[in-house]
């Protein structure tokens, strides 16, 4: 309460202010009238509508804005080869500016305005197509809403509209509208661009005559983008933030640590990490940690299981990569899915090549340490994917002589001709699964183990992760150096030597030992704790000495390896804890392989309980949701590897040849 001196003391200014008030007000209205100086024009040198002069260009440019069934107008480039006349149309739909992707440098040639990004340039370019490149709904210069990887309309999808039906409406509006075509459309893209293609064949239009999704994202949950067998990406929460916080990626993720290993133990959980970066309020992110199980979220929106329940009525090529650190799963998944339906046996495709994501429209003669002895991915622009393109969109080509797989060997380093993927033990072939048993003495070997301790045990501490690759740790991304795109083919030789990883390593081979399909895990182990995670990797070891590359001597090449997060041993859909100190079995698949372990290598195969900081750390102890595990949770575990008796561990490998 203000004092009565106080109270007198402001009564007796209150003339006064009033009196000062009036003086300010009087002021301000002369102001207003005072005559303001006249100034001279001076005209903008920026004329009000510039029209850039291109006769001497080699294409003619339209940017267009495209009317889908709701209204909504979706921003579209075409560019077309001046002089085209009955050309056909290959379509890429984006989420990465449709502007800047076809605008990569300005030139008066359409090859470089397109290089360094687009989806094999050399062939699109050489062959006369006319080039079309969208964003997608709520992207860059398109209206509407965005969603992640939108799904069709149904129970996740309420509205009319989708990315089937806006590739449908952007198709019908192109072979009305760009009389430069033959009116025959082709689908193309790789990664989200490659999740385009697959949709597009989803009640497609008529005009579409041939769709190629090259490292499409699939299943978020069960091995692409997301999560693998449960276990979550972390380290792919900066794609989630830039690219789902604006329209145009405007807000970039940030980091105050150089090694990415301690970015990401600074905080608890990837849900405490989320939270300090504020994307709570993601749309996406939301979703994520409210599903963290294979639920109908995830599921009813897997494009396998998609495609599935579609009539096959576009020829589609799928082009798969053999160490795709990012989607190596998706594309495997929907060949399964569709093959079936191919009567025919000319619908489907399936190539397979020895690349990083993506690394097939890029020069592939290496990738890492590992050469091949030739551009394997100009093989495939040239041999496979050019008079493939050609035969459904240039009129009156040839019939393209495609394999119905085309397979690289890596090992043997050549390529392959199959008519079915994988080479599955039918009454008369000569694969079969064969399993490589983990033995005592930290032996592997195609015997049964027979005597010898019961199992191997490691401490795991999450305090203390296994890091996924040597640290520093680099953000994921493929500029400045960045060496995220081969992580897949690293030396693991980093995880062999520490105590909290179990080897297992066969004896020198003495006759080639060929893989053509998915090795299946099988592994019986304990843990201490009530929840765990399980990472199982495949490994060709060199020779102690390669003559003909000396850095190659006793490299740990991973064939093939994953991770598979315990407590959904009974089911993706159903998490439980795990009881303690019990032997479980645990069975799940590792990516395709096509590989030769040669005479003169070892196979081995490591097992550890955390993969960082590319997965989050399992706390080791069961809580509902792991986004928002609590410090407390977070405990050390005694890990033990059976291996006797009908508790063996295996691996079952395709082999080729008995």
Known sequence: MKSSRTAVALRSAKPALLALLLSLSSAALATDDTPKPQYPDYPSETPANFKPVADSFDYIERDVKIPMRDGVKLNTVILIPKGAHRAGIVMT???????????????????????????????IVEDGYIRVIQDIRGKYGS????????????????????????????????VKNV????????TIGISYDGFEPLMSLVNPHP?????VPMNPMVDGWMGDDWFHHGAFRQQNMSYIYEQTASRDNTYKWWSSFHDEYDLFMHYVSAGDMGHAYGMEQLGFWNKVIA?????????????????????????????????????????IAVYRAIKPKDKSGNMVKLVMGPWHHGQEIDEGSSLGAIRFGSDTAKYFREHILRPYLAQYLKDGAPKADIAPVTAYQTGSNRWERLEHWPLACEEDCSTKSRPLYLQADHKLGFSAPTSGDAYDEYISDPAHPVSFRARPIQPIGYDNGLTWPQW???????????TDVVTYVSDVLTQPLTISGSPVVHLTASTSGTDSDWVVKLIDVYPDQVAEQPEMGGYQLAVAMDIFR????EGYDNPKALAANQPLAYRFDLPTANHVFLPGHRVMVQVQSSWFPLYDRNPQTFVPNIFFAKPADYQKATQRVYHSGDQASYIALPVIGG
């Open 488 to 498: 897949l083919v690293d030396d693991q030789r980093e995880a062999s030597g520490r």
């Open 566 to 569: 315990g407590r959904y041993r």
């Open 93 to 123: 739909r984006t989420p990465y500016d449709a502007k800047e992707l076809t605008h990569h440098v300005m030139s008066g040639h359409l090859g470089p305005m397109l290089q360094g990004y687009d989806n094999a340039t050399d062939v």
């Open 143 to 174: 209206e509407g809403d965005y969603v992640m990887n939108r799904p069709v309309h149904g129970s996740l999808n309420p509205t009319p509209v989708d990315d089937a039906t806006d590739t449908y409406d952007t198709i019908d509006w192109l």
């Open 207 to 211: 005009a579409l005559k041939v769709s």
């Open 179 to 186: 009389p430069e075509s033959n009116g025959k459309v082709g």
């Open 291 to 331: 599903h963290p199980a294979y639920d109908s979220f995830w599921s009813d929106q897997a494009m396998d299981k998609v495609l599935g329940a579609q009539p096959l009525k576009v020829p589609t090529m799928l082009v798969h990569s053999l160490w795709d650190q990012e989607d190596i799963y998706g594309d």
